[in-house]
């Protein structure tokens, strides 16, 4: 089983629907993030959390959420989907105190029609 | 500001030659640099890292990278390409211990046979 999971793997949906991205890891890492991808951007940080009580925004949180239900379980929520957040979105984890390495997961792919 | 360049959109090399992948930073004070490597349709998988000390850092697959802090460089280099070298590779730089990963464009390597 990979370390980092996430759900769904590719999701296609409307405009304006209500989207959630589930991310869970058994690494046990305290902290977590969600990133953005896009062709000839990078990646972007969305949202990052360092324990269960902490979340802070990253560079592109406009228009997105997350809740960290516990150490392991970090979701981000698109409350109303519009095509330009139509992208391959990535969880990671990180150990900081060991190496700063990130664990990704394999990503999830949102279409917004 | 604080940022991470990386000038090459695509490299192309052929098999058996070798290949480096240009990164460059804007930093004030010490950075982290880190490489990642991205196979088709999977997560980044993290490759080397400089901290401190030696400037060249050796990773995975035979991937080593030197850093250079008067030209803020920090490129990607293997003496003999492989095909399944063929991927996409992203340089990110954090600058403290704990602070945020900041990501490059990233660049698309093509090894031919």
């Known amino acids: 089983d990979a370390d980092v999971t996430q759900t769904p793997r590719n999701r296609i949906t409307k405009t304006g629907k209500r989207i959630m991205l589930e991310c869970s890891q058994t690494?046990?890492?305290?902290?977590m993030y969600w990133y953005r991808q896009d062709p000839g951007l990078g990646l972007r940080l969305i949202y990052y959390s360092f324990d269960v009580k902490d979340i802070n925004k990253g560079e592109i949180s406009d228009g997105y959420s997350v809740s960290r239900q516990a150490q392991a379980k970090f979701s981000l929520s698109l409350e109303s989907a519009i095509p330009n957040q139509t992208a391959l979105y990535f969880c990671?984890?990180?150990?900081?105190?060991?190496?700063?390495?990130?664990?990704f997961g394999e990503g999830s792919r949102l279409t917004v029609l | 500001a604080q940022s991470v360049a990386q000038p090459e959109d695509q490299v192309n090399v052929a098999e058996g030659n070798p290949l480096t992948v240009k990164c460059t930073y804007s930093v004030s004070g010490n950075p982290y640099l880190f490489w990642y490597v991205q196979y088709p349709n999977r997560g980044l998988q993290f490759l080397l890292k400089?901290?401190?000390?030696?400037?060249l850092v050796k990773g995975s697959y035979g991937f080593e990278a030197e850093f250079n802090k008067s030209q803020t460089s920090f490129h990607l280099k293997k003496p003999s390409a492989l095909v399944s070298d063929s991927a996409l590779y992203f340089c990110?730089?954090?600058?403290?211990?704990?602070?945020?990963?900041?990501f490059g464009q990233g660049t698309e390597l093509s090894v031919k046979p």
């Open positions: 990671a984890t990180s150990d900081e105190d060991r190496t700063g390495e990130l664990f």
């Open positions: 690494k046990g890492h305290d902290r």
């Open positions: 400089y901290i401190t000390g030696d400037n």
């Open positions: 990110a730089v954090r600058f403290n211990q704990g602070g945020k990963l900041i």
